[in-house]
């Protein structure tokens, strides 16, 4: 499998209080505030991101602060809007890291605005690794694959969210939550 170059020309990094390390093959998030603005994304152009992708990433994450039933930090949206998560539209799908309580953290699928289509996952460990697999076919659902081990490892969990739209100009890889900005 081929690494993205998130230092690549067709990817923007924004990041005004350097809480991220952006390198070849590595995004490493160290410290996320819930306002702040710290970006990674690619301008594909109008209606760039169609109808099917499949996006490879691995991510550990080792804390997640906030409060029970935060979403935190977006790992992964698709958008027309350039101006991060304050500026995400209702309807951008997205896979974002939350806290629903207790000693674990989850991974949420879902509509910006609309959390009642989300799909969940909150059976994850903190310090182990997953393998995240996000496909779209040439429907407008996104399916996500979480695995152990590698890419093709242990399925842990699968997420849908259906009927996302049909383009989009952004795709997020990295996108720090604002609220009341």
């Not at 500026?87 to 609309?114: H, K, Q, R, V």
């Amino acid at each position: 499998m081929a690494f993205e170059d998130w230092t690549g020309d067709d990817w923007t990094t924004e990041d005004d209080d350097d809480e991220m390390t952006v390198a070849a093959n590595l995004i490493e998030i160290d410290d996320i505030n819930m306002n702040g603005s710290a970006n990674v994304f690619k301008d594909g152009g109008v209606d760039h991101f169609t109808t099917t992708l499949n996006h490879k990433f691995e991510v550990t994450i080792t804390q997640v602060e906030g409060g029970a039933g935060a979403a935190l930090f977006t790992l992964w949206r698709l958008s027309n809007s350039d101006g991060g998560a304050g500026g995400f539209a209702n309807t951008d799908p997205g896979l974002m890291i939350g806290e629903p309580g207790g000693s674990d953290y989850a991974l949420l699928l879902g509509e910006w605005g609309n959390f009642d289509s989300e799909d969940i996952s909150d059976d994850l460990d903190y310090g182990v690794k997953y393998y995240i697999e996000i496909v779209r076919t040439a429907s407008p659902d996104v399916t996500v694959y979480i695995r152990t081990g590698s890419h093709t490892g242990v399925l842990i969990d699968t997420l849908t969210i259906e009927d996302i739209g049909d383009d989009y100009r952004y795709l997020y890889s990295a996108a720090e939550l604002s609220f009341g900005m």
